[in-house]
């Protein structure tokens, strides 16, 4: 089971009240790549990976989720107090018209967060990889979500973010090499 | 010693329709190089940094927007 | 409703972020190095750290954890402003 902690895991500071941002961030929230597709990959592959990882699948999993979390606050304190006319100037109307402030779980074009996002084909090798490429289209996603925006404090979390997916990154590879080792074999047969 | 980004300088045509960027850049983040973490790598010296940064290891730490001399609109 | 969080909350509050950070990390690496002795006495050394930091700043501000991580005072303060997006 899980407990929740009333902290985010890094302080989220936004200096700027600029709707679009939001808009751009969402990405991280319900897309492909993003936080909610990461942390519900990892946490689905467990079950069937090599007990060597599960340990790692189940840790990285919960730390997506407070990942996840942040871009939510950013998201939240983003469009919390802007207008209806500021968000149709930052092209969130469409978003307005359906969900008002609430977030969702969508891309940045509006997309709805699908299952096939995650992706499981029960062969460790595979998800793994594909765990390390997931961990470097999100850091890859994180660089252009900070090109796009001049909000220093934001980026600063932003930064955070994308620091994390290179270790996610650097450990998902270590997990390759333990199921590559082949020492402890003979004990098996 | 590795470097974080690579440069390259795209074909640029006489027809390009926009003003070119004549040299382009992307990121080769640490993770790409350090193979197995060997143990016992420095830390940074204060938990406050290691937050700050994003990690408890220098050695794993991969600065963004690229430093320097890298920018993408060169 | 507006409740002004003391400097002191954030302070205190980010020493915390900065010790579970680092926690975070070494249990990361533990995972794919079960045997680094050094690692592990530091992931415990911290993980007490982590607790007396938490205590503290719980007789302050309230719980940190549900489901029976955390004491409560009365009336029932789990369930109060502000939750992490607000502060």
Redesign the interface.
Known sequence: MWYYEKKLQYPVKVSTCNPMLARYLVEQYGGADGELAAALRYMNQRYTIPDKVVGLLTDIATEEFSHLEMIATMIYKLTKDATPEMLKEAGLGDHYVNHDKALFYENASGVPFTATYIQAKGDPIADLYEDIAAEEKARATYQWIIDLSDDTDLNDSLKFLREREVVHSQRFREAVEILKDDRNQKKIF | MFTQYKYWKPYISPFDPCPPIKVKVY?T???LY????P??LPQFP???E????????PQ???P??PPKGGM?SE | MSKKMPPEFYTLLEEIQAIDFVIVELNLYLDTHPNDYDAIQQFNENTEKSMKLKVNFEQKFGPLMNFGRSYSDYPFNWVDTPWPWQV
Do not use: D, E, V
């Open positions: 990121a983040p640490p993770q350090m193979g197995f973490q143990p016992g204060t938990p406050q290691a937050l700050r940064a994003g990690t408890l290891w794993l730490f991969s963004y927007p993408k």
